[in-house]
């Protein structure tokens, strides 16, 4: 047995693990969403499910990522160029995505968007074509993935930065201030 497929299998455990954590967040969120408003096309989301996408991202494609970034220069260079793609775009993700703070219940309000899903399909195709990816590391299909799968790397890892910081700042009106302790 080789190590790749030890890992794999490792991998795919904690993915299934998370996934299981983050199912239980999500019902949760969704029994709470009755004490809180939303608007059409929201919805409100535990932090700590904001917080395992990146990790999921990670456990999915690091691996591809790293065995590409290593590869020579020229890729080392267009992960970092993916890198801040990934950056704006999460940048711009946060701002439209985020609606306000739910302190009470460490929760967010977010606006649904489609680029979740798109993201979602890109994480998936990777990790279809890692394989190929693998035993094909030179040419412009290379590069060309090395930079989608940078993008794919960090843009949930800087989105939930931002969240984040939204998340800690946001005390206005619009959020949903923390219950205040007896004294």
Request: without cysteine; glycine residues 8%.
């Amino acid at each position: 047995m080789n190590s790749s497929s030890n890992s794999g299998g490792a991998g795919s455990i904690v993915v299934l693990a998370l996934l299981i954590v983050i199912m239980v967040l999500v019902r949760r969120g969704r029994m709470n969403t009755g004490n809180v408003p939303l608007n059409k096309g929201e919805r409100i989301r535990p932090l700590l499910i904001t917080l395992l996408d990146p990790v999921l991202s990670l456990i999915i494609i690091g691996p591809i990522f790293w065995h590409l970034t290593t590869t020579n220069v020229n890729h080392a260079i267009i992960a970092v160029v993916g890198g801040v793609v990934g950056v704006v775009i999460a940048w711009a993700r946060a701002k439209v995505m985020f609606v306000r703070a739910v302190h009470a219940s460490k929760s967010v309000v977010l606006r649904r968007s489609p680029a979740e899903y798109a993201l979602l399909g890109l994480l998936i195709v990777l990790r279809l074509v890692e394989d190929s990816i693998k035993h094909n590391r030179v040419g412009v299909e290379s590069i060309v993935l090395t930079g989608l799968i940078s993008l794919a790397i960090f843009e949930p890892i800087a989105r939930t930065s931002f969240i984040v910081m939204k998340y800690r700042t946001n005390t206005g009106p619009q959020a949903t201030p923390p219950p205040e302790s007896p004294q």
